[in-house]
């Protein structure tokens, strides 16, 4: 069955981009440290992976039919130019209606929950990955993440946007992680009990 995903580059202190979105040369570096490439669906990004790296953003990459984001997403990263690198519909979840400048995004007002119900019709039965931060956090909250992928980076920021913010229903428990020991960064996937 289709998963529920979410998962980013993290801090060691735990935040997703430093302040003033800062930081990102240091959470992505683990992007460019190594000799395998992998072209994506933008014609001007790739990625060089060491082989570790390589293997395990494959893996998510095969799994993810779908994306939900948020507008502040979208707009720091100007809509990825039209197209998300990992070439999949991508649901934009914002409280500001705009139009998309292709059909490869869906705008979704009514919260993450719809965000989610959208992408999952729009991901032909593979995993739905939701962008950390805000939506996120909203999607556990709400205990509809089946899955939490966290991406060590060996960098302190200081502060800025945390992964997690504003969670209510706390504690929740999950599985150990699997550990994938890449350079630059350490992936852990933990799974819901």
């Not at 440290?33 to 570790?52: Q, V, W, Y």
């Not at 993450?112 to 739905?128: C, Q, S």
């Not at 020991?181 to 819901?192: E, F, Q, S």
């Amino acid at each position: 069955m289709a998963k529920v995903i979410t998962g980013a580059s993290m801090s060691m202190d735990g935040f997703i981009a430093g302040p003033g979105e800062s930081g990102f040369e240091y959470l992505f570096d683990w992007y460019n440290n190594g000799d395998r490439k992998m072209d994506s669906a933008s014609p001007d990004i790739s990625f060089s992976l060491t082989p570790e790296n390589y293997d395990f953003w494959k893996s998510i990459l095969d799994r993810t039919g779908a994306l939900v984001v948020g507008r502040r997403l979208y707009d720091i990263t100007n809509g990825w130019g039209g197209r998300h690198p990992i070439g999949v519909p991508v649901v934009v979840l914002t409280h500001r209606p705009f139009d998309p400048p292709t059909d490869s995004f869906t705008i979704v007002t009514g919260g993450i929950e719809e965000a989610i119900d959208t992408a999952r019709n729009l991901a032909g039965g593979k995993d739905v990955n939701v962008a950390a931060g805000q939506m996120g956090s909203q999607a556990l909250d709400l205990g509809l993440v089946d899955e939490v992928w966290l991406g060590l980076t060996p960098v302190l920021l200081g502060s800025g946007t945390p992964y997690f913010s504003g969670l209510t229903r706390v504690p929740t428990t999950w599985r150990d992680p699997e550990v994938i020991v890449g350079k630059g960064i350490t992936h852990l996937c933990y799974r819901r009990k």
